[in-house]
Structures are given as structure tokens and as C-alpha cells.
């Protein structure tokens, strides 16, 4: 009797489980896969663009049927137009299957005489059952009018007439639209000037909105110039956007020197074994003071060169200053010419030489003596000949 009352209720209580958990599961299976289901979305539904220019949103429709479709705007600005386009036309509805969604673009073209601000409107996608909603935000702000920029790291720099002075210039467009910009320098006649981009000499170049690009200036004299400080105006011209800057090259000048004669022959005599002296010219043709210039020279073996003075203090522009080398050949020099090379050198500045063929000549006593010994000779031999001859 106890084992049919337990079995009675068991199956009671397997009939109410049933019961509860059917309306259960059947409801979280249609959650699970409403084939009604309709979905519309844009990765980027908050956009900005300027004052005159449309923008895009890529939209996608997801669906759980197969179905068509229709799409609208709604709350539109006023004066604003919105176009849907697919496979390259304009649409006004799509065909969506599971599984494969289906991608729309819409087009939104504000008029040109909106107002900087943002704007908020919807797209509805209405199914055949279901009917799905997007907002999407548009950003709307003025347009920078085309605008150049130019920033010199180092507008001045320094050096002499044979520097290249290199300056690192940043040009940026301000604008929101690309350029292409052409590059002009305006220098005195005895410059050139280059603009050079990754290492390539350029004339135009071009930027694209809100960029710069790092150009690298040249400028070298082509000829000696004076020192002084000497103005390159350089400019970007593209559209209507236009910049300018000026280039400061401060030439300090250098001296340059010349060593000659008097008479500018550069030639001498001098006895073997005596000094003599040989009177030089040093000059300064450049365009700064010559400061501390050492004299030295380079000689036979055996010989010996002294200044007079040893070291000059000063020579300015176009001056020069005479000074004295004391030349002594060699004791057993030969006679005939040789090659003393005579150098003067500034302070921070360049050696400068020149060649002087000293002809050397033999002592007049030498001489006598020589051709004493020679009459000697002869008269010993001359005697001999006599006496000997005889017999």
C-alpha cells in the first residue's frame, strides 16, 4: 500500500516538473533565436567633418530571416540631405539574409551655410516585422582657410666666405586642405640658396593638411664676399596660403696671405757656409686680419733658414710686412740652385707658401786658393820635366 502511495506521488511530482519547465525552455529558446530579430549598426556613429564638406557612415542590417528591408531618416536637420547607396546606386531598401550581413553607406550632405555645432539624428531600418533604430552624431566645425608656417630652428649663423651655411626649417600647413607648395629664396647676387627634403634639392613640395615637413636650407657664397651680415628671404607660396621668413648669414671673413719678393722674382744667391739674407713680402688679401702669423720653411739638408722677425703680430686687409729670411747653405753645399719653400701660417687660418730658387755659389778665396795650388802643380810638373828631360 506505502509503494503505490510513493509511486502515485513520484509521478505526480515528474508531471508538475514538466509542467513548470516546458513554458520555461521554450521561452528561453525563442531569446536565443528570434528569427523576427533586426539589427542596424555603425562602428562609427559619431563623426566630424567641416563647414562644406559630407560626410559617410558605413552602416550594417543583421537580420535572423531573410526579409527586405526599407531604410529613412528621421529628425534630419532642415535644408540637409541623407542618401543611402549600395552596390555603387542609390537605394532606399535592402534585401538581408542570417548570417550574411549586408552593408549600406549613407551619405549625409549638410548645406553650406550651416552652423558650426552637433547634430543628432536617426536612421530607422523597418523590417517586415520588426523595426530596428540608429543615432547617429554629426560634429559640424569651421574649415581652416589654407594657411603656411614657417619655424627656423637657427635663423642666424655664422661663418666665412667659404661656409656652407645649412639652416633646419619646419613648414607647416595650417590649413584643412592639401598643398603643394613651391619654394623661393630671394639672396644677394653672390649667394645660392637650395632647399633640400630627405636629402634631395627640391622647388616644390608637397603637404597635406595640418602636416609640415623638415627642410634643410643651403646657402653659399659663390664668389669671395666681404664679411658683413647678409639677409636670404625665403618664402612658400601655395594657393592662397603664402609664408615667409629671413635667413641670417653673418660672414666674419678670413685672412688669406701671400708670400713673395719685393721685386716678385723668387729667386736669391747665397755663399755655402755664409748667411744671406733675403728680403720677403707677406701679404693679406682676405677679408679679416691675419693674427699671429708663424714663419717656417722647408730646406736642404744641412741649411739653415732664421726670420727676421720670427712671428708677425698683425697684418690687416690688403696690408703687408716686410721681413728678412737668413739663408746659410750647407758648408760643403755644390754650387748650383736649390729649392727653399718658404711658409707663413696664421692663427686659425690656412698655411700659405711659395717656392724660392736660391743659387749657390763658392767662396772667392776658395777660388784663389784653388787656382794657386793648380799654378803649384804645374810648376812642379813643369820642373820635373825640365830637370829629368835633360838626362
Do not use: C
Not at 37 to 62: C, H, K, N, W
Not at 294 to 312: D, H, K, M, N, Y
Not at 340 to 360: K, N
Request: no cysteine; hydrophobic share 40%; aromatic share 6%.
Amino acid at each position: 500500500m506505502m509503494r503505490r502511495i510513493w509511486t502515485i506521488g513520484l509521478l505526480m511530482a515528474l508531471v508538475l516538473l514538466t509542467a513548470v519547465s516546458t513554458p520555461v525552455l521554450a521561452q528561453e529558446g525563442q531569446s536565443q533565436d528570434d528569427p523576427q530579430s533586426l539589427t542596424i549598426f555603425a562602428r562609427y556613429p559619431a563623426q566630424e567633418t567641416a563647414i562644406g564638406e559630407d560626410v559617410t557612415f558605413d552602416l550594417t542590417l543583421r537580420t535572423g530571416s531573410p526579409q527586405v528591408v526599407r531604410l529613412e531618416t528621421q529628425n534630419l536637420p532642415d535644408d540637409w540631405t541623407a542618401i543611402f547607396k549600395g552596390g555603387g546606386r542609390v537605394i532606399h531598401a535592402a534585401y538581408v539574409e542570417p548570417d550574411d550581413d549586408t552593408s549600406v553607406k549613407l551619405r549625409v550632405e549638410p548645406p553650406a551655410d550651416v552652423s558650426p555645432g552637433d547634430y543628432r539624428f536617426s536612421v530607422i531600418a523597418q523590417g517586415e516585422n520588426k523595426k530596428a533604430e540608429l543615432s547617429l552624431e554629426l560634429t559640424v566645425k569651421e574649415k581652416l582657410p589654407p594657411s603656411l608656417e614657417f619655424n627656423v630652428d637657427l635663423p642666424t649663423l655664422k661663418g666665412t666666405p667659404t661656409t656652407t651655411f645649412r639652416y633646419n626649417v619646419t613648414l607647416k600647413n595650417k590649413g584643412d586642405e592639401d598643398l603643394s607648395v613651391n619654394l623661393i629664396a630671394e639672396a644677394p647676387p653672390e649667394f645660392r640658396v637650395n632647399f633640400k627634403l630627405t636629402g634631395k634639392e627640391v622647388t616644390n613640395i608637397p603637404i597635406p593638411a595640418n602636416g609640415s615637413k623638415r627642410l634643410d636650407v643651403e646657402v653659399k657664397a659663390l664668389t669671395e664676399v666681404p664679411a658683413g651680415t647678409y639677409q636670404i628671404d625665403v618664402s612658400a607660396q601655395g594657393d592662397e596660403a603664402r609664408a615667409t621668413t629671413t635667413l641670417t648669414a653673418e660672414v666674419t671673413g678670413q685672412p688669406k696671405l701671400s708670400v713673395t719678393a719685393p721685386d716678385g722674382r723668387l729667386s736669391g744667391r747665397a755663399y755655402a757656409g755664409k748667411k744671406t739674407p733675403l728680403k720677403l713680402i707677406v701679404q693679406n688679401t682676405g677679408s679679416a686680419p691675419a693674427h699671429n702669423i708663424e714663419l717656417s720653411a722647408s730646406q736642404p739638408s744641412g741649411w739653415t733658414v732664421e726670420f727676421e722677425p720670427q712671428r708677425i703680430a698683425e697684418i690687416q686687409t690688403d696690408q703687408e710686412v716686410e721681413v728678412t729670411a737668413n739663408i746659410q747653405p750647407a758648408e760643403q753645399a755644390v754650387a748650383g740652385d736649390y729649392i727653399v719653400t718658404i711658409r707663413a701660417r696664421p692663427e686659425g687660418g690656412t698655411s700659405e707658401s711659395a717656392e724660392f730658387r736660391i743659387t749657390v755659389l763658392t767662396s772667392t778665396l776658395w777660388g784663389i786658393v784653388g787656382v794657386a795650388l793648380i799654378a803649384v802643380a804645374v810648376a812642379v810638373v813643369g820642373l820635373a820635366v825640365m830637370r829629368f828631360g835633360r838626362r
